[in-house]
């Protein structure tokens, strides 16, 4: 157990008792005001820790110089020196500074973007303020707030609680400890350790259970927390799977390269008898060829645009590796209500003992009407009606605020819908709320599925109101009300009611009361569990987001599952998916069905059945689980605590941004902003865009490298001249890092990137058919940028090899302009408006790469440094008409392979692109 570690002169506010902390804290149970706090702020500082340090800029530079290239650079350079070739060192040592600053200038871009996209999970703490219960961002607490926790919160301040109601915290960010500690008022020895401190709530801690209040102590990094810094699981590193593999290959590819640079070196000296010196330069120019120091860092920024580009369509990632794993989700589980529904609650129907009454009016105005068999009824001559509105209000903590003609919620949707049907029924809450005040409650869990309160009038009479999930109701219940008795229960009355309202895809609550003694202050489980009476049910309907049932076809033309998994009932979710294409309209499993099934035909049945009913969080995560077993990849949505281990063992674990609790958020790996299901939709395609642009990046940087490699094997196997001097190299691939190559990581999601099954996890970066692309480019590389170097020199240039050599540059580079334009997809042909012109950044680029070879083609200083001789037209003629083969050919290669995969398409089974 951590000890106390508080310096002495903080008080010990666990020993203290709630009233001796208000009164040393200069505040009281109904806070502080606006402008006191304003007063604190500015003395106490935000409530917030201080930013993580960083790596200072200049060690991280350095860090750019630790890498196998820049070392055999440095190697060359020294020894051109040693030579007295000060061009050449100048020019290695000119080349290993700028690609350091670029390195260390793009990398500082994708942390700084995923920084900011960290800082859009800033939490909120409910407080009172000017003795009104607001909502405001946690940092702008101050010492002396008072602050109201409940279950799912994360704790945003140092508390000394003073009521608390089976107020449960998980400390083990703190202390350690998984288990949740149950905490109380009283004061505890000063001298206690924290773990024992009952009487606080300390800030990062996650409440699982129950709710409170305290008072702030302390804010910031004078808190717990703050003060033995232990940072709180937000920061995670720039890393992920894909990027550690691809840090793998690119060591793997260097060392395998280091050996052939030293075995071309040994041939040329031994066998063919050339200068050591040249053969040495010619080894250094295939290492700085070959290796593809850029990819890290492209792939890098690659994976940062694509988070950037979640967040703009609200779904922002916590964890980097699940942009990754989204783009090979196989099934998504949702939850129904606010995610694939609008949470836009109406009551729609009541049903008492006495009649179904339909309600009119739409939205939380409290204007409508009750219609009994078609004909409006007055609600003032049905007792029965005002007693089941009554209890509506009653049992309920969301408030309507009406503010010029518009009516607006505070707190959840469906008592939201309770509120404005009361008022329909013409009872005011504020009068009622005061004419039977609240002694007691017991909140609404998805767990219990219902809440129930007390209240006594001012005659001392008490009164339990209570509602909730109709099957759990009706079980507590033994009466029913009709005609101003209590009459014995008809179930199956209710039975046929549930059906008939459910089966229209509205929600069920039912509604009951009890009596109570006048000195009961208390309300616990054993007091509701039997001898209520049902005062009827009420169908809330919500109607499904239209994009979310684009969304639902759009996942289903993707190859990916959609399961709805609701607390409903399960008609109502039968019908709901009904209206959103989810299930088949008829088999849905409920959660106790679940818990009937052992494992193994549970296993069967969650991938047959798309619809769970009554489900609990115990039953997401069988359900996650049995999924996975069956090989699925899955997403799953949750918001309440208790869906903090489904959302864990999930591949992709999405929190609600909106309704979520803190706990869900911290431990999910994305959270949705907005509630949506599109939203997932949307970053699954982006999930899948990334992985197709890394992989594009990988096909563009791949061949370039290996065609300038394998052109100075082939020149040095043949006994030429090198084609291309090493500092020439370094040139072109200094200049396509920063321009060519990274403008695929901006390439916008292919037509089709929904249209194709996921991608299955373990599939290897390099498919064959990547390979052979790989391999078919760089022969058209090498034999068009060596044939023009022969040709030209051979040409009558021989004299001069510096002009042949210009021309291999340029012609290099063209190749790669041309090959760029086609890399965009890797099937589809490019030549359409959009194909050609789709990526502003691809012509940018293009622009750009041409500036930089008309500067190392003409200008005077440039032709000294890189040994360059201005070209004629006719040399850019011959360029011209050699480097768009490649785009010509690749074109080709695509449109035989689609070919092919039309007649593989006929074939059934056939999955073409999935072998892509
Ligand atoms: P989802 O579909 O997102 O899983 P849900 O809203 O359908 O969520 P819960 O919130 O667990 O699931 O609600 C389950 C049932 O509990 C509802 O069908 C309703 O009968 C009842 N219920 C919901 N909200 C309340 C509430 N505030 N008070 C009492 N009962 C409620």
Redesign the pocket.
């Known amino acids: 157990m951590t000890k106390h570690t508080s310096d002495p002169g903080t008080p010990p506010w666990h020993g203290f008792d709630p009233d001796r902390a208000f009164a040393a804290l200069g505040s009281s149970p109904s806070g502080l005001s606006t402008d006191e706090a304003e007063q604190r702020l500015q003395a106490h500082g935000p409530n917030r820790l201080p930013a993580r340090r960083k790596t200072p800029p200049l060690l991280r530079l350095l860090a750019q110089f630790n890498n196998l290239l820049i070392y055999v650079l440095l190697a060359a350079a020294a020894i051109t020196a040693a030579l007295g070739d000060w061009v050449d060192t100048s020019v290695i040592v000119g080349v290993v500074v700028i690609n350091a600053v670029i390195g260390f200038i793009q990398e500082g871009k994708a942390e700084k973007a995923l920084d900011a996209i960290r800082q859009l999970l800033s939490h909120s703490a409910a407080v009172r303020r000017d003795g009104r219960r607001i909502t405001l961002p946690a940092e702008q607490l101050v010492p002396g707030d008072v602050v109201f926790l409940q279950s799912g919160d994360k704790v945003p301040a140092d508390l000394r609680l003073f009521s608390v109601k089976d107020l449960r915290i998980d400390e083990a960010t703190l202390t350690g400890e998984s288990v949740p500690v149950e905490k109380a008022v009283g004061s505890v020895a000063a001298d206690a350790p924290i773990g024992d401190r009952s009487g606080m709530a300390y800030s990062g801690t996650l409440v699982t259970y129950g709710q409170g209040s305290g008072v702030v102590v302390a804010t910031g990094q004078h808190t717990e927390i703050g003060r033995i810094s232990a940072m709180l699981g937000q920061i995670e590193p720039l890393t992920t799977p894909l990027l550690q593999q691809i840090g793998r290959f690119s060591r793997w590819l260097t060392a395998a390269i280091g050996a052939v640079a030293a075995a071309t070196f040994t041939y040329g000296v031994a066998v063919q008898g050339q200068a050591p010196r040249e053969m040495f330069m010619a080894a250094v120019g295939l290492a700085v060829a070959a290796i593809p120091e850029g990819l890290p860092a492209i792939i890098t920024i690659t994976l940062a645009i694509g988070v950037q580009r979640m967040a703009r369509r609200n779904a922002i990632i916590r964890r980097l590796p699940a942009v990754e794993t989204l783009g090979s989700v196989t099934v998504i589980c949702s939850?129904?209500?606010?995610?694939l529904t609008r949470n836009e609650m109406t009551v729609q129907a009541v049903a008492t003992a006495e009649g179904l009454f339909e309600v009119t009016g739409t939205g939380y105005a409290p204007r409508g009407a009750f219609l009994l068999d078609g004909r409006e009824m007055e609600p003032d001559a049905q007792p029965l009606l005002r007693a089941l509105a009554q209890a509506a209000l009653l049992c309920n903590d969301a408030d309507l605020i009406q503010a010029e003609e518009r009516w607006s919620l505070h707190g959840?949707p469906?008592?939201g819908a309770l509120l404005a049907l009361g008022m329909k029924a013409g009872l005011a809450p504020a009068l009622l709320r005061e004419e039977l005040p609240r002694t007691d409650v017991i909140p609404?869990e998805?767990e219990h599925?219902?809440?129930a309160t007390l209240h006594h009038d001012h005659a001392g009479h008490g009164f339990v109101y209570l509602?909730?999930?109709p099957e759990r109701v009706l079980d507590m219940c033994s009466r029913q009300r009709l005609h101003g008795e209590d009459m014995p229960l008809d179930p199956a009355y209710w039975a046929g009611v549930m059906d008939a309202l459910a089966g229209r895809g509205q929600?069920?609550?039912a509604l009951a009361f009890k009596a109570a003694d006048a000195g009961q202050d208390s309300l616990r489980f054993s007091d509701v569990e039997q001898g209520l009476t049902l005062l009827g049910l009420v169908g809330i309907s919500d109607p499904p987001r239209e994009e979310a049932v684009a969304a639902v076809a759009r996942c289903r033309a993707a190859g990916i599952r959609v399961k709805m998994?609701?607390?409903?009932?399960a008609a109502t979710a039968r019908a709901i998916g009904v209206q959103m294409s989810i299930g088949d309209g008829r088999e849905t499993l409920t959660g106790q069905d679940l818990e009937g099934l052992s494992d193994e035909l549970l296993r069967r049945k969650a991938m047959q059945v798309d619809v769970f009913a009554r489900a609990s969080p115990e039953h997401k995560l069988r359900l996650v689980a049995a999924l996975q077993a069956e090989g699925g990849v899955v997403a799953m949505t949750g918001d309440g605590v208790n869906d903090a281990p489904a959302l864990k063992r999930a591949n992709v674990g999405i929190a609600m941004g909106q309704k979520g609790t803190e706990v869900a958020k911290e431990s999910a790996e994305m959270v949705l902003a907005d509630d949506n299901f599109a939203s997932i939709a949307h970053a699954v395609e982006e999930g899948r865009t990334v992985y197709d642009n890394i992989r594009k990046s990988l096909l563009f940087i791949l061949p370039t490298n290996a065609g300038q490699a394998l052109t100075i094997v082939a020149a040095t196997a043949m006994g030429f001249m090198l084609p291309i001097t090493p500092v020439q190299i370094l040139w072109v691939n200094m200049v396509t890092a920063v321009t060519l190559a990274l403008a695929l990581a901006f390439e916008p999601a292919e037509p089709m990137v929904m249209r194709r099954p996921p991608r299955a996890p373990d599939e290897a970066l390099l498919s064959p058919f990547l390979l052979w692309r790989l391999a078919f480019v760089s022969i058209i590389l090498v034999a068009g940028t060596f044939g023009l170097f022969l040709w030209e020199w051979e040409r009558g240039h021989e004299a001069d090899i510096a002009y042949a050599r210009t021309m291999a540059v340029n012609t290099l580079v063209m190749f790669e302009v041309f090959y760029l334009l086609t890399a965009r997809y890797f099937t589809d042909s490019v030549l359409s408006v959009p194909g050609l012109t789709g990526n502003r950044y691809i012509l940018l680029s293009i622009i750009a790469v041409l500036l930089l070879q008309l500067l190392f083609t003409y200008n005077g200083q440039m032709q000294q440094l890189f040994d360059t001789r201005p070209l004629g037209l006719r040399d850019w003629a011959w360029i011209l008409l050699v480097s768009p083969s490649v785009f010509v050919l690749v074109e080709l290669e695509k449109w035989l392979l689609r070919r092919a995969m039309r007649k593989g398409a006929a074939r059934p089974n056939a999955n073409p692109q999935s072998r892509l």
Do not use: N, P, W
């Open positions: 939850d129904k209500t606010g995610t959840d469906t008592e609404f998805s599925r219902f809440m509602k909730g999930a929600r069920l609550l998994i609701t607390g409903d009932h």
